[in-house]
């Protein structure tokens, strides 16, 4: 990559940041060229000339949270064994990085979801999207932990995958609304006794 | 009540009404007084002269959310004998609600979380204080099973009720944003689960 490349990537990538921040506080739909320019130092058309238009940016802003999430919590979790060591590692890293990170920035697919669940659109299809591609991979993973034999071949992968949606989502909501220090230590014992109630059923 | 005072109270219902509206479909942030008057046909100053300013028109539709809620999931739960039977039929009518009232409108209380997590001031702390309040309710219900017999003496009340709340947030997700018509029955099989793997433990 030439200093010039390099030189846009960074201000593409600054860009892209600074719509996140835009959207971890006042929600996808705050998202503007404007709004976006003022924080980054440029002009709208600057913006625009780098990261496309508003619409470009709110997508840009999912993807690129979705792959932070992904490079956080799923990429590492792989190398665990399959089975239930990986889908503990995936909760696990999950409960860390929203207690470390998404208490204090807010989570994009969670807050995105109450922000977009009575829209209609490309931006809702795209979030629709991402969660659902999320919630497949935790499904395959339940599956593998099946297979694997750590989970008895009656478990219905969809219901544990929902299960496991809600109590992270429980989680977001009492560290960053109810700023409750327990919660973390609440959800880790939620998912010891999850796991549980499926190897006893 | 005379006939002046009936019709009072009615524009008045009307205007909270209309804000309860905008706050479901745009968030409590949302909520002024001219997207109030524009919605029920007054003028602006004729909204303010009878319900006040626009903060007022917010803390309004968040009281006026929570005697709703109390009045459909736990008032009615109050005829069934203390312990697990009325944590049953709290449960049994939150799932009910949420699948025939917030699929469609949203939950003031779980949109108004995300909404206003990162903020501070009187509106998030009354919703907190609102919030607070309904798990306090929850949680004595929880106390009274545990004396009832009902659940075992060392059931950690704190978590059962996060444990309830974070089950009702998922679900709320899962009809309203991923409008999956599954998710009531999974809500009822992760209750059935939860209360077996307490009286279990």
Redesign the interface.
């Known amino acids: 990559m030439d200093a010039k490349t390099q030189k846009a990537e960074l201000t593409r990538a600054a860009i892209i940041g600074a719509a996140l921040d835009v959207a ?2 006042d ?1 996808l739909e705050s998202i503007t060229l404007q709004a976006v320019a003022d924080r980054v130092g440029l002009s709208k058309s600057g913006v625009f000339s780098r990261a496309g238009s508003r619409e470009a940016l709110q997508k840009a802003v999912i993807e690129e949270y979705g792959r932070s999430f992904l490079a956080q919590v799923f990429v590492p979790a792989m190398q665990q064994p399959k089975g239930l060591p990986r889908l503990n590692e995936i909760v696990r890293r999950w409960i860390a990085r929203t207690r470390d990170v998404e208490a204090f920035t ?1 989570c994009i697919y ?2 995105g ?6 829209r209609s659109g490309e931006l809702r299809d795209l979030l ?1 999207t991402e ?2 591609r999320w919630r497949a991979a935790l499904r395959r993973t339940v599956l593998q932990a099946i297979e694997a034999g750590h989970l008895p071949a009656g478990t ?1 992968a ?2 544990l995958v ?2 496991i ?3 992270l ?3 977001l ?2 560290v ?3 700023r409750d220090p ?2 973390p230590h ?1 959800t880790e ?2 998912w010891a ?2 796991v ?2 499926y190897q ?2």
């Open positions: 971890a506080a929600g807010g969670i807050a979801a109450f922000e977009l669940d009575d629709h969660i659902t219905p969809d219901q929902a299960e949606y809600s109590m989502m429980g989680l909501h009492d960053r609304f109810l327990q919660a609440r014992a939620s006794r999850l549980k109630s006893t059923a």
